[in-house]
């Protein structure tokens, strides 16, 4: 999607309100030229006396009973004023009501646009992005959309037509004069596109710092208890303070650059006042214009003059809304993950690997090489193996979050990449190495993934993951209140919680990331067994570094450096040289140790 195809999609099924909001500008603008023609009708016309040439004014002094009448009954021409005003009034609110309308319904579908793309990239894409560009993209950028076309479009019409509008007017009365009030014009035209261009690279890195700053902020605050637990304040406080300075060096700049441009083009428009009030007193003193007219032009000098002044602004405004549309193309465009075709499995767990690889794009070497085994239907399959070794990188392949790029894995003899996304996923429960809870009730974080659970199997859930009785422990039970990410439970309580959430699904193929890790050894003990009735539903997988968590499985695979280096049951591994016998050794003594102690 371009820019414009970007404008097309937000701003076009809004259309009719903006052709409003145009033709509302060019009432406006017409109203706002015509009371300087009246009070000039007023004074040349009705005062003085001079003859009318203008087809308007004569029609409304026939249609309103003569110049003499309108003489004596000056009152009418301020009812008329009045009148325009009025109608003047209502075009500003009428413009700032369609303006809001439009800019609110634009910034709400970009931004849910853009949470839902978001939430649709690919796992690898989402992996390696920052979370306070994208929170900063999805507010600040839509945020800077949002106001261009909450007013400052409709500002950019109002100076083109009024320009256009008013020298049409100017011109007609006198072509000279009107020659020299558009003098410094086109200078301040030509002025205003350069700095359009220039001020551009300014708000591009306005914007990459102020999503640096966000990020660091971003990071501190889903970290906090790691920074207080080694004292890293004065740290992170340190790393903000750079950060934000260079937020502000960049913002100086930028203030300066506008600074300039907005007092040249100041400067020039005042001149150009000032070039029109002079010669202007000059004609008149030679009878080329009259009084009224005279007052004409410098009415219309001011009415052009600012929107003409303000055009650096506008530009500017134009400039940075080009900068954040094309942030928020880098999001809209990134490709998504198609989790929607497919085909779709009443699963059953048979699960095989056969010589899979993986790679990552930006990596230069594989992560897992050669891969193969096969778990049945209702067994257990443990995988054990050094940090580093692509023990959970295996399992976000067998979930579809990253996608294998040799050999082949199926399930039910169907091959993976063939299964629909979702139906797999709802069909692979997985609990991670690092759970995450939301901030809601205990009860609502196991049942989050099933809203159709009643209490009874909450508390199955619960009770397999071996935490129900700490949750009635609690002064409001299931309804205790999760602090963002859980901070108010310990590192087990969440983790149990985290189980309990995936139990409840009743998942075929069900996968344990390390999740045991967290738990003492006596709750580890109490999952196990509770797992174990589970055998007769799904087949599971348990990725573990304790023995303990590993030896009742049907099979064990070791990976080392992304390979397969052992393969067996407990006993088998035990009496055969290598990594599990003798990390088995090694926690058998320590446990022994600890039992002498």
Same mark, same amino acid.
């Given at each position: 999607?371009?820019?414009?195809?970007?404008?097309?999609?937000?701003?076009?099924?809004?259309?009719?309100?903006?052709?409003?909001?145009?033709?509302?500008?060019?009432?406006?603008?017409?109203?706002?030229?015509?009371?300087?023609?009246?009070?000039?009708?007023?004074?040349?016309?009705?005062?003085?006396?001079?003859?009318?040439?203008?087809?308007?004014?004569?029609?409304?002094?026939?249609?309103?009973?003569?110049?003499?009448?309108?003489?004596?009954?000056?009152?009418?021409?301020?009812?008329?004023?009045?009148?325009?005003?009025?109608?003047?009034?209502?075009?500003?609110?009428?413009?700032?009501?369609?303006?809001?309308?439009?800019?609110?319904?634009?910034?709400?579908?970009?931004?849910?646009?853009?949470?839902?793309?978001?939430?649709?990239?690919?796992?690898?894409?989402?992996?390696?992005?920052?979370?306070?560009?994208?929170?900063?993209?999805?507010?600040?950028?839509?945020?800077?959309?949002?106001?261009?076309?909450?007013?400052?479009?409709?500002?950019?019409?109002?100076?083109?037509?009024?320009?256009?509008?008013?020298?049409?007017?100017?011109?007609?009365?006198?072509?000279?004069?009107?020659?020299?009030?558009?003098?410094?014009?086109?200078?301040?035209?030509?002025?205003?596109?350069?700095?359009?261009?220039?001020?551009?690279?300014?708000?591009?890195?306005?914007?990459?710092?102020?999503?640096?700053?966000?990020?660091?902020?971003?990071?501190?605050?889903?970290?906090?208890?790691?920074?207080?637990?080694?004292?890293?304040?004065?740290?992170?406080?340190?790393?903000?303070?750079?950060?934000?300075?260079?937020?502000?060096?960049?913002?100086?700049?930028?203030?300066?650059? &506008?600074?300039?441009?907005?007092?040249? =083009?100041?400067?020039? !428009?005042?001149?150009?006042? +000032? /070039? %029109?009030? *002079?010669?202007?007193?000059?004609?008149?003193?030679?009878?080329?214009?009259?009084?009224?007219?005279?007052?004409?032009?410098?009415?219309?000098?001011?009415?052009?003059?600012?929107?003409?002044?303000?055009?650096?602004?506008?530009?500017?405004?134009?400039?940075?809304?080009?900068?954040?549309?094309?942030?928020?193309?880098?999001?809209?465009?990134?490709?998504?993950?198609?989790?929607?075709?497919?085909?779709?499995?009443?699963?059953?767990?048979?699960?095989?690997?056969?010589?899979?690889?993986?790679?990552?794009?930006?990596?230069?070497?594989?992560?897992?090489?050669?891969?193969?085994?096969?778990?049945?239907?209702?067994?257990? &399959?443990?995988?054990?193996?050094?940090? =580093?070794?692509?023990? !959970?990188?295996?399992?976000? +392949? /067998? %979930?579809? *979050?990253?996608?294998?790029?040799?050999?082949?894995?199926?399930?039910?003899?169907?091959?993976?990449?063939?299964?629909?996304?979702?139906?797999?996923?709802?069909?692979?429960?997985?609990?991670?190495?690092?759970?995450?809870?939301?901030?809601?009730?205990?009860?609502?974080?196991?049942?989050?993934?099933?809203?159709?659970?009643?209490?009874?199997?909450?508390?199955?859930?619960?009770?397999?993951?071996?935490?129900?009785?700490?949750?009635?422990?609690?002064?409001?039970?299931?309804?205790?209140?999760?602090?963002?990410?859980?901070?108010?439970?310990?590192?087990?309580?969440?983790?149990?919680?985290?189980?309990?959430?995936?139990?409840?699904?009743?998942?075929?193929?069900?996968?344990?990331?390390? !999740?045991?890790?967290?738990?003492?050894?006596?709750?580890?003990?109490?999952?196990?067994?509770?797992?174990?009735?589970?055998?007769?539903?799904?087949?599971?997988?348990?990725?573990?570094?304790?023995?303990?968590?590993?030896?009742?499985?049907?099979?064990?695979?070791?990976?080392?450096?992304?390979?397969?280096?052992?393969?067996?049951?407990?006993?088998?591994?035990?009496?055969?040289?290598?990594?599990?016998?003798?990390?088995?050794?090694?926690?058998?003594?320590?446990?022994?140790?600890?039992?002498?102690?």
């Amino acid at each position: 999607m371009s820019i414009m195809g970007f404008i097309r999609k937000y701003l076009g099924k809004l259309w009719v309100k903006q052709v409003l909001v145009f033709l509302i500008v060019i009432i406006y603008t017409f109203g706002n030229l015509f009371s300087p023609l009246m009070f000039s009708f007023i004074i040349d016309n009705l005062i003085e006396g001079k003859q009318i040439t203008s087809p308007i004014f004569l029609f409304l002094t026939n249609n309103l009973g003569g110049v003499e009448y309108l003489r004596n009954n000056l009152w009418l021409a301020a009812i008329v004023l009045v009148l325009v005003n009025v109608v003047v009034g209502l075009c500003i609110f009428f413009r700032g009501k369609l303006n809001s309308e439009i800019s609110q319904q634009m910034s709400q579908d970009i931004r849910n646009d853009l949470y839902n793309n978001i939430q649709l990239w690919p796992y690898s894409t989402l992996s390696r992005s920052k979370a306070g560009d994208l929170i900063q993209r999805c507010t600040s950028d839509v945020e800077v959309v949002r106001q261009f076309f909450s007013g400052q479009l409709a500002e950019v019409v109002y100076a083109v037509s009024i320009t256009v509008f008013a020298n049409v007017v100017l011109f007609s009365i006198n072509s000279s004069l009107a020659i020299y009030s558009l003098v410094t014009l086109p200078v301040l035209f030509i002025v205003s596109l350069l700095f359009f261009k220039s001020i551009q690279k300014f708000f591009t890195r306005f914007d990459e710092t102020e999503a640096e700053l966000t990020t660091v902020m971003q990071e501190n605050l889903a970290n906090l208890r790691v920074v207080r637990a080694f004292n890293r304040e004065k740290y992170e406080m340190d790393k903000f303070s750079i950060k934000n300075k260079e937020l502000s060096k960049i913002d100086f700049e930028l203030i300066n650059h &506008l600074g300039f441009q907005w007092g040249v =083009g100041g400067s020039l !428009s005042m001149a150009q006042v +000032l /070039l %029109t009030t *002079l010669i202007g007193i000059f004609f008149v003193i030679n009878n080329q214009i009259t009084i009224g007219q005279f007052s004409v032009f410098i009415s219309y000098q001011s009415m052009i003059v600012y929107p003409v002044r303000s055009l650096a602004r506008l530009l500017s405004n134009m400039g940075k809304m080009k900068v954040s549309i094309e942030r928020l193309l880098e999001i809209l465009n990134e490709k998504t993950e198609d989790i929607e075709s497919g085909k779709v499995l009443d699963i059953k767990g048979d699960i095989k690997f056969s010589h899979v690889g993986f790679q990552y794009d930006d990596g230069t070497f594989p992560v897992l090489k050669d891969i193969s085994f096969s778990v049945k239907p209702n067994e257990t &399959l443990a995988i054990l193996g050094p940090t =580093g070794s692509g023990k !959970s990188t295996l399992v976000h +392949l /067998l %979930t579809g *979050l990253l996608d294998y790029t040799e050999g082949s894995i199926t399930i039910d003899s169907v091959e993976l990449k063939d299964i629909q996304k979702k139906c797999l996923r709802k069909n692979v429960g997985i609990v991670l190495q690092e759970p995450f809870l939301f901030s809601k009730t205990i009860y609502d974080n196991i049942k989050i993934s099933r809203k159709d659970a009643d209490k009874s199997k909450v508390y199955a859930a619960a009770k397999i993951a071996s935490v129900h009785d700490v949750i009635s422990e609690f002064s409001g039970g299931y309804d205790t209140l999760v602090g963002e990410k859980g901070v108010t439970l310990s590192g087990g309580q969440k983790q149990r919680i985290a189980i309990a959430r995936t139990i409840i699904n009743d998942c075929p193929i069900l996968i344990f990331d390390d !999740s045991l890790s967290a738990v003492d050894t006596q709750t580890d003990n109490e999952i196990r067994k509770a797992i174990k009735s589970l055998r007769k539903k799904c087949t599971t997988i348990i990725i573990a570094h304790r023995i303990s968590s590993a030896q009742d499985a049907d099979h064990i695979i070791v990976l080392e450096n992304g390979r397969i280096t052992q393969n067996g049951n407990h006993q088998q591994l035990v009496n055969q040289p290598g990594l599990y016998k003798r990390i088995y050794e090694i926690q058998t003594a320590m446990k022994e140790g600890d039992i002498n102690e």
